[in-house]
């Protein structure tokens, strides 16, 4: 186990609230992801990040967006939050593209 | 555009039965296939990398094969075990680096 953390667990917020979600880390892994979970669509790469401040756009990043400021920390952002984002989010880390990834324990949000 | 495909979706066996499930991509130009288990309500864990240039890897009861040429990776779990119940998700490295996973085989091993 990585030593990765998620935070909060579970969240309900309203349509159009921005949100944030927190990944931390304690094991400097370089590189770090978030996706998304949803029945019938597996997981889908949000966004990732291969250092501090260099992050990209994975296949479903419309509406949101990321910020790396220290290694250990991966911030997910949802500026204006809407019903389809309803998902669960998991957020992962490896120390190189082809190496394995360490899953966090995700965070369970609910847009209303 | 890679496409992981899990068959079957779901599986119900009894405890002790030796089980395949299967894992099928679209694209051979892969790096890696992993496998890994998600017990509901929780995140995935890894099981098993297989580098491209291999061809199988064993964890205690559980073997995974790749045959990258016809797109094919089997998790072959022995003496299957009520334990074992879990989601079982494949997926791979592409050529963008970045891991692109199926759907998952939902498992349950009664006793």
């Known amino acids: 186990d990585a030593g990765i953390t998620q935070s909060p667990r579970h969240k309900v917020t309203e349509t159009g609230t921005p949100v944030t979600l927190r990944c931390h880390q304690t094991e400097n892994h370089r590189y770090m992801y978030w996706y998304r979970q949803d029945p019938g669509h597996g997981l889908r790469l949000i966004h990732y990040s291969y250092g501090v401040k260099d992050t990209d756009k994975g296949e479903v990043s419309d509406g949101y967006s990321v910020s790396r400021s220290k290694t250990e920390d991966f911030l997910l952002t949802l500026e204006s939050a809407t019903s389809s984002q309803t998902s669960v989010y998991f957020c992962a880390t490896e120390t190189s593209p082809t190496d394995t990834q360490y899953f966090g324990p995700g965070t369970r949000l609910t847009v209303l | 555009k890679q496409e992981v495909t899990q068959i079957p979706a779901a599986l119900s066996v009894p405890e002790g039965e030796n089980l395949v499930l299967n894992c099928s991509f679209t694209d051979s130009a892969i790096y890696n296939l992993q496998w890994f288990r998600q017990d509901p309500g929780k995140g995935l864990t890894s099981l098993l990398l297989?580098?491209?240039?291999?061809r199988e890897q064993t964890s205690g009861r559980l073997n995974a094969s790749l045959d990258k040429s016809s797109g094919r990776s089997t998790l072959y779990i022995a003496a299957s075990q009520p334990g074992d119940s879990a989601t079982y998700l494949c997926a791979v490295t592409h050529n963008t680096d970045k891991l692109i996973f199926g759907t998952g085989t939902r498992l349950q091993v009664f006793p």
């Open positions: 297989i580098q491209s240039s291999q």
